[in-house]
């Protein structure tokens, strides 16, 4: 059993903090937000995310978790500290780095003995050594520590599984001895464990995102040829996918990435980039694809419903930026929702979790409680999240219900010959023949 210690309850902070309880640990949270902690106490989780409320629950039972505003005890008797704030987008695309640079000294004003300070947060190539620097200038008087970069690479919606059973857990540090107690601690995970050097790390990470997200806009723009020329894009990943060296994974066209993950890290690299100098075409590249993807669907709108929108009614399938979480940052239906409704149409949407989250980001949203309700006299369907329960819906009673049986397949849920012969206007993304003739 170690002392561990978590600075930052979101999302990436808390799941590292439960787990590492769960793995026997003992393990205090911390975060600044008064009334995050309270709820947290009272079992009041601060996101959706699968299994994390039993998760906690569980450990705070066993006296392993605990929660806390206050860093005096949460380092009294901590061995380890993870740092794991926020790093918003700023100016620029560039990482916001005020709440780590907030952790850090406050940890240096606090601590009195040696500490490993791991930083968890998706951060800058170079925060590592401009860490040490403010601890170092922060401390009233020696105290010894180093700095270890641990990337994370969870998933929002499988974040406790990817946490318990990761691909690979990558060290960097400039002190072997810190690196390598660390390491220890994720020996329980059984994954491999790379140590380098702290800038590494951390451009690992960023590497990690932005190749996935390149992944993600490449095969939406296969998606848009298959288009022209009458390919089906969803064979066509699944053909390339069995060369070894290809993989099936990340090559699913749609309406481009979202979250708070792929649309912050791909600019802040793209940013870091400019600033020494370098020109990140291919990045560029990436982030056009994507905004595109967006444009995409207004387009597919226009076309079937022609030049205006105004009165018409846009109902939205899936509102959050992906499946499994009420997350809406940089989801897509934010820019299509707000495309629509300044066109004067009606927008109405419907997401089994992403409901207060989609008001907040939507307040002109019409929200509704399932699918049939919201296809009632509407004049198009767009499916922008993928959720499972989508797959398993009555479509013709969906056929029914609409206005005009307009279907945008934002995600290639469903099979285009079977909803044409359910007499809907279909279009998938690069689905080929769409119907009515090749563009
Ligand atoms: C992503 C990475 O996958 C994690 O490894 C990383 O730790 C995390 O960012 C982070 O940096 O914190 P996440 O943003 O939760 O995780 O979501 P993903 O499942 O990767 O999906 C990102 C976006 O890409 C979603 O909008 C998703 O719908 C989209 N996507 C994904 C596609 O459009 N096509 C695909 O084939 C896969």
Not at 270 to 283: D, E, T, Y
Request: with cysteine; glycine share 8%; hydrophobic share 40%.
């Amino acid at each position: 059993m170690k002392n561990i210690t978590v600075v930052g309850v979101g999302y990436v902070g808390l799941v590292t903090g439960a787990c590492f309880a769960d793995l026997g640990n003992r393990v205090v949270c911390l975060d600044i937000d008064k009334e995050r902690i309270e709820n947290l106490n009272k079992g009041i989780m601060p996101i959706y995310e699968p299994g994390l409320a039993e998760l906690v629950e569980r450990n705070v039972r066993a006296d392993r978790l605990h929660f806390t505003t206050s860093y005096a005890e949460a380092l009294k008797d901590a061995e380890f500290v993870f740092i794991a704030v926020g790093t918003p987008e700023g100016v620029d695309g560039e990482a916001d780095l005020q709440y780590v640079r907030m952790a850090a000294e406050t940890i240096a004003q606090e601590m009195d003995h040696p500490l490993i300070l791991i930083n968890k947060s998706t951060v800058p190539v170079g925060t590592g050594d401009w860490v040490a620097d403010i601890v170092r200038e922060n401390q009233p008087k020696p105290v010894d520590f180093s700095v270890v970069s641990c990337p994370e690479f969870l998933r929002e919606g499988s974040a406790i599984p990817d946490f318990l059973h990761p691909d690979r857990t990558i060290l960097g540090s400039e002190d072997p001895e810190a690196a390598e107690r660390v390491a220890q601690l994720h020996l329980p995970l059984r994954a491999p464990i790379m140590i380098t050097d702290l800038r590494t790390a951390e451009m690992i990470k960023y590497a990690s995102n932005a190749f996935l997200a390149t992944r993600i806009s490449f095969i939406n723009e296969i998606a848009n040829i298959c288009e022209a020329l009458g390919a089906d894009v969803k064979e066509v990943a699944k053909g390339m996918g069995f060369d070894k060296r290809i993989g099936h994974h990340f090559l699913e066209a749609g309406v481009g990435y979202g979250g708070s993950c792929f649309p912050k890290d791909v600019k802040a690299l793209a940013h870091m980039a400019q600033v020494h100098g370098r020109h990140p075409q291919l990045l560029q590249a990436v982030m056009d694809i994507n905004a595109y993807q967006r444009k995409h669907v207004v387009i597919k709108l226009h076309e079937l419903l022609g030049d205006s929108l105004e009165g018409k009614v846009i109902a939205l399938l899936g509102l959050a930026f992906k499946q499994d979480t009420d997350d809406m940052r940089e989801a897509p239906s934010i820019t299509i929702g707000d495309y629509c409704r300044e066109e004067g149409a009606v927008v109405r949407g419907y997401d089994p979790v992403a409901r207060e989250t989609a008001l907040r980001a939507m307040p002109y949203l019409e929200l509704t409680d399932n699918a049939y309700e919201l296809a009632e006299g509407a004049d198009a369907l767009v499916v922008l999240t993928p959720w499972n329960e989508f797959m398993q819906l009555d479509m013709a009673r969906v056929k029914e219900a609409m206005h005009t049986p307009i279907l945008i397949d934002g995600r290639n849920l469903y099979e285009p010959s079977k909803m044409r012969e359910l007499g809907f206007q279909y279009r998938g993304i690069g689905r080929g023949y769409n119907g009515e003739g090749l563009r």
